[in-house]
């Protein structure tokens, strides 16, 4: 199983970035789906969720209004487009996906956002 994330980078404050994960190895529309990040000397924590059909998706406040979650089930795909970052928004970014909700089965490897003020 592969969930490789890509997509991120350096961008200014207020700038937009789109991140991918492709997933390999596993039936990927039977998959719930997440974002997670990981902030320099912080705990990981999570951005957003999708279902496994696209039709629900949620957020945490943090990111509510600026991130939208999708998935493209027909290229097993993830995707988090991130509007009006900040510099808070700076973290390594995991995808990450599970069978069951509220659980992690697996992880993608990350893509570091780095957000300038």
């Known amino acids: 199983v592969q969930l490789q994330a890509s997509g991120g980078g350096l961008v200014q404050a207020g700038g937009s970035l789109t991140l991918s994960c492709e997933v390999s190895?596993?039936?990927?529309?039977?998959?719930?789906m997440g974002w997670f990040r990981q902030a320099p000397g912080k705990e990981r924590e999570r951005v957003a969720g999708?279902?496994?059909?696209?039709?629900?998706?949620n957020y945490a406040d943090f990111v509510k209004g600026r991130f939208t979650i999708s998935r493209d089930n027909a290229k097993n795909t993830l995707y988090l487009q991130m509007n009006n970052l900040e510099p808070e928004d700076t973290a390594i970014y995991y995808c990450?996906?599970?069978?069951?909700?509220?659980?992690?089965?697996?992880w993608g490897k990350g893509t570091l956002v780095t957000v300038s003020s």
């Open positions: 990450a996906g599970a069978l069951v909700v509220g659980e992690t089965d697996y």
């Open positions: 190895g596993l039936s990927f529309a039977n998959y719930v």
């Open positions: 999708i279902n496994w059909s696209g039709s629900s998706t």
